[in-house]
């Protein structure tokens, strides 16, 4: 083989190092685009039909969509995830920074609170909901802790309470991610210039000032990190919900997941079920592709 | 300094720093001890409930210390704890999971391995594409992909079974896998590869020999984050599976929701602890790669 041919023959391409890169990606980028992308194609098809126990390929428009937003469960599931997504979000990111302010401050024995407040992470949700469920269960939990304490007309039944239930999904969940949270805003922290603190105190800045004024601007790409990672949690969650109230008393707790797979695998609705997971696929790809856009166009800009 | 200046009292806002920072220290040991005792205290219900026979659990109170520690919930709910009027427990389950977690864990993990080298140590054209591509499979919405690939099991002959259940973690987890290795080797200095190309070594080689070996302390990060997302799965369990070929938290969830009679809250405590006990433990001794793990697949994508 001559090395100086400018033109490398087949052979030379076929077994160059790019052609054996493109060997090793093939498989994994076909079934990525057949079960990433041409599977949630699929759905949308099948959104369009009038599918009921199986697919059935005719088709009928919106029709599903206008049925869905007509349905008072649907506008339930969809109240409860702003519901459920904005106090999540707004307790998990007030406390896991202020967690993550807190720890630190040099303050003793940091690696062993800062695993206890890591581990719910490695749990499933399954028995995150079932510990909850148990302490929650008015008959035998908190509510009679604290009635026994002499408190007799303690209430504290939220469990089964259809106002109230979808706020015990908010504290577990919280219970489970606070913890995550306190971790990425505590590297965040780590991240700012010591030097930084010691100027602002020659300045006769206090450390609250301080926090608040230099180094929370300075945080403002972990908060939006921060924000993103709960949003896209919240908006799946699904086996916390199914464990801790099953979407009830009735449907009073569903969220857009368990309604997909309610009327998907409970009730033969498909197509009514696609339709549903088609508008939760909507907000996941408005919410992920801006951000991944701008984490891309960071990593190019750092590159640099 | 002059003895006048030392004899004179203490300025007065000296003092009230002094004590404001003894405040400040006592709020934050303060804060940080109550949320210990708010993350520590189901685990504590559960082990404690877990531990009482049902007459101590209706006549104490919820956070009681158990008086006549018994484990009899925990051995009823590894072997006769029932589902309907199946009383096996949970190790059936337990060992389905075990076979299903070894393959979906060690696949996905070799050919992002894999991936994760080619996609950065040799330059092709469309590279960034075919990232972009995989990347956006880590945020699939997996209830934009239950239906169809219901029905491709069923096509396969796969439903029902833990081996549509293995296909489906392998093929979704391929995109976490790859994200990480890629995001490992792309800090690797290419002058390595190429080195070692000079050396006469070939591609698979170079993988073999070189960039496997440093890329030890990220494969523990991988084969964890692989291990615990589907130990702890629900979702494609529940979707996919069926009677006595479900995976550990469908059975937890079966065992806890089947209602017939009093509920026993001490085996469904039990069973919650046997079934979380292996992330937990995990957690424990490799803590800081699953960690690791944990912020670089949320945080980077």
Same mark, same amino acid.
């Given at each position: ?304 | ?20 920072? /003894?405040?400040?220290?006592?709020? =934050? @040991?303060?804060?940080? $001890?109550?949320?210990?005792? +708010? ?5 504590? %219900? ?118 549509? /259940?293995?296909?489906?973690?392998? =093929? @979704?987890?391929?995109? $976490?896998?790859?994200?990480? +290795? ?5 800090? %690797? ?113």
């Amino acid at each position: 083989m001559t090395t100086n041919n400018p033109r490398a023959t087949i052979r030379e391409i076929l077994t160059g190092w790019p052609s054996k890169s493109w060997l090793v990606l093939l498989p994994t980028l076909l079934v990525t685009l057949l079960v990433v992308y041409g599977y949630i194609l699929w759905t949308v098809v099948v959104s369009l039909t009038s599918s009921r126990f199986f697919p059935k390929y005719d088709f009928v428009g919106i029709e599903q969509y206008a049925k869905l937003w007509k349905a008072d469960r649907w506008q339930i599931a969809v109240d409860n995830l702003w519901i459920f997504a904005s106090l999540f979000i707004g307790l998990s990111v007030v406390a896991g920074l202020v967690l993550a302010i807190f720890l630190d401050q040099k303050v003793r024995l940091e690696n062993v609170i800062r695993s206890i407040y890591l581990y719910p992470m490695a749990i499933s949700f399954i028995v995150t909901g079932i510990a909850w469920k148990w302490m929650l269960n008015p008959g035998l939990g908190i509510q009679k802790l604290v009635r026994d304490m002499g408190y007799v007309d303690f209430k504290f039944d939220w469990l089964i309470n259809p106002k109230m239930a979808i706020y015990t999904i908010v504290l577990a969940a919280f219970w489970q991610s606070c913890g995550f949270v306190m971790a990425i805003f505590l590297a965040g922290l780590r991240g700012v210039d010591a030097e930084l603190f010691k100027a602002a105190r020659i300045d006769g800045a206090g450390l609250p000032r301080i926090y608040w004024s230099i180094v929370l601007p300075m945080l403002r790409p972990v908060f939006f990190s921060v924000i993103v990672i709960l949003l896209y949690q919240a908006l799946r969650s699904f086996d916390l919900i199914v464990s801790l109230t099953n979407g009830g008393p009735g449907f009073s707790s569903d969220l857009p997941t368990t309604f997909m797979y309610q009327y998907t695998f409970g009730r033969g609705q498909l197509a009514q079920g696609a339709a549903s997971a088609v508008m939760i696929t909507m907000t996941v790809i408005a919410i992920i592709v801006p951000y991944l856009y701008s984490e891309i166009r960071h990593e190019r800009r750092n590159a640099r | 300094m002059n003895a006048a200046t030392l004899a004179s009292p203490m300025p007065r806002s000296a003092v009230r720093t002094d004590f404001g920072r /003894l405040l400040g220290w006592a709020a =934050v @040991y303060f804060t940080l $001890f109550v949320f210990v005792l +708010f993350f520590l205290g189901p685990l504590f %219900v559960m082990i404690t409930t877990s531990l009482k026979s049902i007459e101590e659990i209706r006549l104490g109170t919820l956070i009681g210390i158990p008086r006549h520690p018994t484990i009899q919930p925990w051995i009823d709910a590894w072997s006769n704890a029932c589902v309907g009027v199946d009383c096996t427990g949970l190790s059936p389950f337990f060992l389905n999971t075990i076979y299903l977690v070894v393959p979906a864990t060690l696949i996905p993990t070799a050919i992002g391995a894999l991936n994760g080298y080619a996609l950065t140590q040799v330059n092709f054209r469309g590279q960034n594409i075919v990232y972009a591509i995989i990347l956006f499979g880590c945020f699939t919405p997996y209830q934009a992909i239950l239906i169809p690939l219901a029905q491709t099991l069923g096509k396969l002959g796969l439903a029902g079974t833990i081996n549509g /259940l293995i296909l489906a973690h392998v =093929v @979704y987890g391929l995109p $976490f896998t790859t994200m990480f +290795f890629r995001n490992f080797f792309i800090s %690797v200095p290419s002058d390595l590869a190429k080195a070692a190309r000079i050396d006469g070594a070939g591609f698979f080689q170079t993988f073999r020999y070189v960039m496997l070996p440093m890329s030890l302390p990220i494969m523990v990060v991988v084969i964890i984050w692989q291990f615990t997302s589907i130990w702890n799965d629900f979702l494609f369990g529940v979707a996919f599976t069926s009677g006595r070929n479900v995976p550990i938290m469908v059975a937890l969830n079966n065992i806890v929701s089947s209602s017939t009679g009093e509920r026993p809250y001490n085996i469904d405590m039990a069973s919650a602890m046997l079934a979380a006990l292996p992330t937990l433990l995990v957690y424990v001794f490799a803590g800081k790669y699953f960690v690791r793990g944990l912020m670089a697949g949320s945080v980077k994508g």
